[in-house]
């Protein structure tokens, strides 16, 4: 589908797109969620009451003497210690992966077409087209609006919607 011919809603070719995404990068907060490693998990597996309870009762078994029952409780905390590390790496993975798939798209021009990408790939003099409900988490210069009323809750905590004026 083409555009008006006009230079400006031509959009930028996926040249200039790509050059400016490695020049500015992405179109994202840095990110301050870090993936734990396998040891913080397993340090936080240790500091819960039951992990400490058993592992005082297996070093209890030990200094009685036992060193059977004192080693198969141990085992049997190491195990569950293990499962604890798993099931956090995969939880970990599966937010990240919903993280993605409710990121916002945007529809830009690019090449003199409409294009649905993401919204991290946003870049500067990228022309965005919007509809009602469209979510756009950047910065932008309106070319065109009728009756626009922008949803700002995420900046400054009010949650009704303010309508904008468009001036030049």
Known sequence: MNIVEKPIYNGLSEIEAAKKLKEYGYNELPSTVRQRTILTIGLEAIREPMILLLLIAGVIYLILGDPK????????????????????????????????????????????????????????????????????????????????????????????????????
Do not use: W
Request: proline share 1%; charged share 30%; with cysteine.
């Open 69 to 168: 029952e004192a080693i198969v409780l141990l085992i049997f905390v190491l195990v569950i210690i293990t499962i604890l590390i798993f099931q956090q790496r995969k939880t970990e993975r599966v937010l990240e992966a919903l993280r993605d798939l409710t990121s916002p798209r945007a529809l830009v021009i690019r090449d003199g077409k409409y294009k649905r990408i993401a919204g991290r790939e946003v870049v500067i003099d990228d022309i965005i087209i919007l509809k009602e409900g469209d979510r756009i988490a950047a910065d932008a210069v309106l070319l065109t609006c009728h009756d626009l009323r922008v949803n700002e809750s995420l900046l400054t905590g009010e949650a009704i919607s303010v309508g904008m004026v468009r001036s030049i």
